[in-house]
Structures are given as structure tokens and as C-alpha cells.
């Protein structure tokens, strides 16, 4: 196979969707001499909202301290290789390329998942690479996603939200109990989760399974400094250390406690103060992007991949801090058919902003029209258009300087602003 015959073949399997269970990824990673058993030290986070920021972050920290460090994330932007990165460079083409052959042909008599199958490829190349660390992040809820076959030692659950809950639960604590099922017997545990309906499930799991709890903003706190537009100066103060004048590439305050979790990890591996200091600053390198990311000025344009309405909740707070320096807030949004639209909405209206609805470049795209008449049925105005790069193209040629846009709502939205030259 070449890269463009393994994405070929791999991309279709999307039309297998999620099928719960673990007997096709046991039999994918039997095929690769059980690479989920190769993978060194495994922190494996679970989440509804800030997987992504805490990922990046440890897998920085840990690559400052010299340790050898893969990380494994979803969904990629752009290119599928972001999803599978050793020290920061995304898996070659030519390994894609190499393990797609291998596996082909178990794949379909399994009727393997794109998922299923991007995981084994993953975990067989951070096996025979011979990574130290393996910064593993859950595709969705965790008992029954294809990486829980990985004997973690640290679990991480970031937050316990409204998300996915025709597959993991219409309640807060049957969505806990479905991610808390990553911690393993004799795990080490850390969560920002507060709420107590969600936090009684994961504990009650940690219990279970003899595992440690420890909880950001009660066993480590924090103290925010700063937030700008692209940096957050933060302290933290575990029952061990201080952490002072932590900055940290990230828009919003509500990244705090996802900081402070990997503060915590980290320290409990034994990273010294510097590295977790000089990891966090350099954050980006591990390939994060598109977190409320400023792309440019003038006007100013954020890149954002919120997608349910907690994380639109967090992503619409911290941009109400800055408000005030915008004349207006103009919204580029696509979602997912599948996702809460009208709540998605009804955040960001908050802003008192006007709406651009646009298609994602997915089958599962809500049509803009569609949007649009959620919008106006809250107030708004909407102007649809066809593609995030169409709205965002005029906007930038229409509005005023002073004036901000966000474009938001899914991950396929910002891949294609960035695979666009526009970001």
C-alpha cells in the first residue's frame, strides 16, 4: 500500500461506526505481538471536555524531561498522521502505509472500526519505536473504547459533561461511570471533576479497584495570574510543592484545572519543577491546535473546536472576559448532526453576536439552513453559507477591525480552515 491506498482503505471503515466491545481490537493487537503491553509508562484520560489540553500537556512536560513520549489523540485536523505523534512528529506516511498492509486483511473479516484500527496502528508503532511514556487519550467514553485495553498507570478524567448520551448515558452519573471505568487495579487517579453526581461513580470505581483519587482543586490548587488572548499565567500549590508563574499557550481560565491535573501527574511521576515548567510553555509543539487559538489580527479570527454545549458553555466564558475590546462577535458555526444545536446555540448567544452558519465537511454535516432557523428562533441573525471557508473569506473582507470572529462547533470545521491556508 502507499499512504493514499492505506487512506483509501482506512476512511470507508468509518461506515462501520461504533461498535462497543473489545474482541476485534484484541485480535488486531494479537496479530502485532500485543502492543498495548509495549507502550511504558500509559496515562490514559478520559473526558468529556479538556482530553486534548491535558494530553498536550503531559506529553510536553514528560518530552522536556527527556523521556521518549507518544501521544495518541483524535480527531486530526488536517492530516491523519496528528493523530499518533512520538516527541512531537506525527507517524511517517510510509508507517501508515506499512502497518495498514500488515493489517488489512484482518481488519475486514473482523469488520474492524476506523477507530479500532487507527488505534492498533498506533499503539504497534509507540511499541516498536520503544516510547517510555504513552499519553493515551479515549475516543469516546472509556469502558468500552478500543484503548481500554491498555494496563494504565495513571488514570486522568478531565470532566464529566452532557455528551454522547445515546451511547454513554443520559445522566451525569452513568456518563462518569462509563469513563471512570479506565481506572485499573492499583491505578493512580486524578480528575477536575466537582460536580457529585459525577465524581461519586469515578470514586466508587477508584475504591473498587484499590486505586489512589486525588482531585484538582482540592488536592492541588490553583491561582490564575493572567489570561490574554494566547496565554494563561497561572500558579499551582500541591500538598508537596509550589508551582509559581506557570504561562501557558492557551486561551481561557477554564483551562486552569486541566493544567493543574497535569501539574499533579506529573509530579506524582517524579518531574522535576523545571520540566514541568518548560513543558508547559511549550505546549504547542505537540501539535495542539485550534483550542481558541488566535490565527490572526484585524480583525481578530479564533479557531475553536467546541462541539457540545459544556464546552461551548466554557469556550463562550472565556471569550465574554474579553468582550469588550470587540465592536462585534461574529460566529462561523457548523456542527454535527448529532450534537445538542439549539443549547450549542442558546451559549453562544451570550455574546450577543450574529451567526454565519456553514456545512462541516462530513456526512454527519447539519445543513447551514438548518442552523440558521435554530438562530433566528433565539433572537439571532443568521446568513448562511456554504463552507467555513466561503463565510470566513467575507467576513474577513467585510468587517470592521475592532470586530472578532470565531469560528467553532467541530473539529471537521477547523481542519478545514487550516487545510485551507487559512489558518
Not at 471512570?180 to 453526581?197: L, M, N, Q, W, Y
Request: contains cysteine; hydrophobic residues 45%; negative net charge.
Amino acid at each position: 500500500m502507499t499512504y493514499q491506498e492505506a487512506l483509501d482503505f482506512l476512511y470507508p471503515l468509518h461506515r462501520f461506526g461504533i461498535k462497543p466491545g473489545f474482541d476485534r481490537v484484541q485480535a488486531l493487537f494479537d496479530q502485532l505481538g500485543s502492543p498495548q503491553n509495549r507502550l511504558g509508562l500509559v496515562i490514559h484520560i478520559a473526558g468529556t471536555n479538556g482530553k486534548g489540553s491535558v494530553a498536550a500537556a503531559l506529553a510536553s512536560i514528560f518530552q522536556a524531561a527527556g523521556r521518549k513520549t507518544a501521544l495518541y489523540t483524535s480527531p486530526h485536523l488536517v492530516d491523519f498522521t496528528e493523530r499518533m505523534r512520538i516527541d512531537g512528529q506525527p507517524i511517517s506516511h510510509e508507517k501508515v502505509a506499512a502497518y495498514s498492509s500488515l493489517l488489512k486483511d484482518e481488519a475486514v473479516a473482523l469488520n474492524a472500526t476506523f477507530f479500532e484500527l487507527t488505534t492498533a496502528i498506533a499503539f504497534a508503532w509507540f511499541a516498536d519505536e520503544a516510547v517510555e511514556v504513552s499519553v493515551i487519550e479515549t475516543g469516546m467514553g472509556g469502558r468500552l473504547d478500543a484503548t481500554a485495553l491498555v494496563d494504565s498507570s495513571y488514570a486522568v478524567i478531565t470532566s464529566i459533561g452532557m455528551d454522547h448520551t445515546e451511547w454513554l448515558g443520559g445522566t451525569l452519573a452513568l456518563i462518569a461511570a462509563e469513563k471512570a471505568a479506565i481506572i485499573k487495579p492499583a491505578s493512580r487517579v486524578f480528575t477536575a471533576v466537582s460536580e457529585p453526581e459525577a465524581l461519586l461513580p469515578i470514586r466508587t470505581r477508584a475504591e473498587l479497584c484499590g486505586a489512589s483519587l486525588f482531585v484538582a482543586g482540592k488536592d492541588a490548587l490553583w491561582t490564575l495570574d493572567g489570561a490574554s488572548l494566547g496565554l494563561l499565567e497561572l500558579g499551582v500549590r500541591s500538598a508537596r510543592f509550589n508551582y509559581p508563574a506557570l504561562k501557558v499557550p492557551l486561551t481561557g481560565a477554564f483551562h486552569a484545572p486541566n493544567v493543574t491535573l497535569a501539574v499533579m501527574v506529573a509530579e506524582d511521576a517524579g518531574i522535576g519543577g523545571e520540566y514541568i515548567a518548560q513543558g508547559l510553555a511549550g505546549l504547542l509543539a505537540t501539535g495542539y491546535r485550534a483550542r481558541l487559538e488566535k490565527i490572526s489580527d484585524a480583525p481578530a479570527v479564533l479557531l475553536d473546536v467546541s462541539h457540545n454545549p459544556d464546552g461551548m458553555r466554557v469556550t463562550v466564558s472565556a471569550i465574554e472576559a474579553f468582550r469588550q475590546e470587540y465592536s462585534r462577535v461574529n460566529v462561523v458555526l457548523g456542527l454535527a448532526s448529532d450534537k445538542d444545536a439549539a443549547a450549542v446555540i442558546r451559549e453562544l448567544c451570550r455574546l450577543d453576536c450574529a451567526f454565519y452558519p456553514v456545512s462541516i465537511p462530513s456526512e454527519r454535516s447539519l445543513p447551514p439552513e438548518e442552523i440558521a432557523a435554530l438562530c433566528r428562533k433565539e433572537g439571532a441573525t443568521a446568513t448562511p453559507f456554504t463552507t467555513g471557508r466561503d463565510a470566513l473569506s467575507y467576513l474577513r473582507q467585510n468587517v470592521a477591525s475592532d470586530e472578532l470572529i470565531l469560528v467553532t462547533g467541530s473539529f471537521y470545521l477547523a481542519g478545514e480552515i487550516i487545510a485551507g491556508g487559512c489558518g
